[in-house]
T-cell receptor, first 113, second 114 residues
Framework: DSGVTQTPKHLITATGQRVTLRCSPR?????VYWYQQSLDQGLQFLIQ???????AKGNILERFSAQQFPDLHSELNLSSLELGDSALYFC????????????FGPGTRLTVT | AQSVTQPDIHITVSEGASLELRCNYS??????LFWYVQSPGQGLQLLLK??????LVQGIKGFEAEFKRSQSSFNLRKPSVHWSDAAEYFC????????????FGTGTQLKVEL
């Protein structure tokens, strides 16, 4: 158990819908990262937050957004969902915003039908 | 841009045999390198990391990796594989610029024959 929690574990929804994935980092970690894992794209970095501020952005679609709250938990919002958004979404956390190992949560499996 | 290559998609070894998983990276400065393991339906577990110093790093579960700057490699090794090591292994590179994103390789699926 890494100490990073993600809810829900599984999510099934229809195309065009909007969902919110939630992540709580390890105690003491200030930085949160979101990654997408799919069969065709592999593990892709989406976005990083550090102490409430966006720190780095990767291959995140405009239909996706994220935020980190004062209690340091983070939410990833996915809207206008398409079949291709079906994937495993991981949250990770680390103590600092750079040069530090990341600990991953168990993931949320999103299925868009 | 940083990138990671794991040339072996699948590897099968017999239980008790030694293991080496290959990883080559591309990064402009001194890289930070990681190996993660993912069991079916699970998240990624950190096996070991290299930031600086001794180029041979020890990790959990009896794994080790060696950083070779001249070859841009960070291969993962284990002297004797156990059946429970069957999983997918990911090499990743991170850096200090522009945040702390990890770039992952495509993974190597390890099968252990009893």
């Amino acid at each position: 158990d890494s100490g990073v929690t993600q809810t829900p574990k599984h999510l099934i929804t229809a195309t065009g819908q909007r969902v919110t994935l939630r992540c709580s980092p390890r105690s003491g970690d200030l930085s949160v990262y979101w990654y997408q894992q799919s069969l065709d794209q592999g593990l892709q970095f989406l976005i990083q937050y550090y102490n409430g501020e966006e720190r780095a952005k990767g291959n995140i679609l405009e239909r996706f957004s994220a935020q980190q709250f004062p209690d340091l938990h983070s939410e990833l919002n996915l809207s206008s969902l398409e079949l291709g958004d079906s994937a495993l979404y991981f949250c990770a956390s680390s103590v600092r915003d750079t040069a530090y190992e990341q600990y991953f949560g168990p993931g949320t499996r999103l299925t868009v039908t | 841009a940083q990138s990671v290559t794991q040339p072996d998609i699948h590897i099968t070894v017999s239980e008790g045999a030694s293991l080496e998983l290959r990883c080559n990276y591309s990064y402009g400065a001194t890289p930070y390198l990681f190996w993660y393991v993912q069991s079916p339906g699970q998240g990624l577990q950190l096996l070991l990391k290299y930031f600086s110093g001794d180029t041979l790093v020890q990790g959990i579960k009896g794994f080790e990796a060696e950083f070779k700057r001249s070859q841009s490699s960070f291969n993962l090794r284990k002297p004797s594989v156990h059946w429970s090591d069957a999983a997918e292994y990911f090499c990743a590179v991170g850096g200090t610029g522009g945040g702390n994103k990890l770039t992952f390789g495509t993974g190597t699926q390890l099968k252990v024959e009893l």
